[in-house]
């Protein structure tokens, strides 16, 4: 297992940008698919982007092109760089560790909450 804590989230203005980091404790880092999830009021958790241990990155349609995830293992920190961001990306973001060996993710963040708002 690891333990994982987010940061970065807040307030912003459409078109404007954040960037949120998770961080990792607790087992081996690089070997774990890092995720990032979001869940809006009245709806359920969604994907958002995701990074293998090779450095593979998938995202959701509604992201793609405005969202950046990237990691790195030497500070066990996975971010995500959120540009151009829109009413609906208001949300709790939630970080989330799938370890090799699993076809789940296994552990989660305790969330942060970004709003997006003028």
């Known amino acids: 297992q690891v333990q994982l804590v987010e940061s970065g989230g807040g307030l912003v203005q459409p078109g404007g940008s954040l960037r949120l980091s998770c961080a990792a404790s607790g087992s081996i880092f690089s070997i774990y698919t890092m995720g990032w999830y979001r869940q809006a009021p009245g709806k359920q958790r969604e994907f958002v982007a995701a990074?293998?241990?090779?450095?593979?990155?998938y995202y959701a349609d509604s992201v793609k092109g405005r969202f950046t995830i990237s990691r790195d293992n030497t500070k066990n920190t996975v971010y995500l760089q959120m540009n151009d961001l829109k009413g609906e990306d208001t949300a709790i973001y939630y970080c989330a560790a799938r370890p090799r060996s699993s076809s789940l993710y296994t552990s989660w963040g305790q969330g942060t909450q970004v709003t997006v708002s003028s």
């Open positions: 990074v293998t241990s090779a450095g593979f990155t």
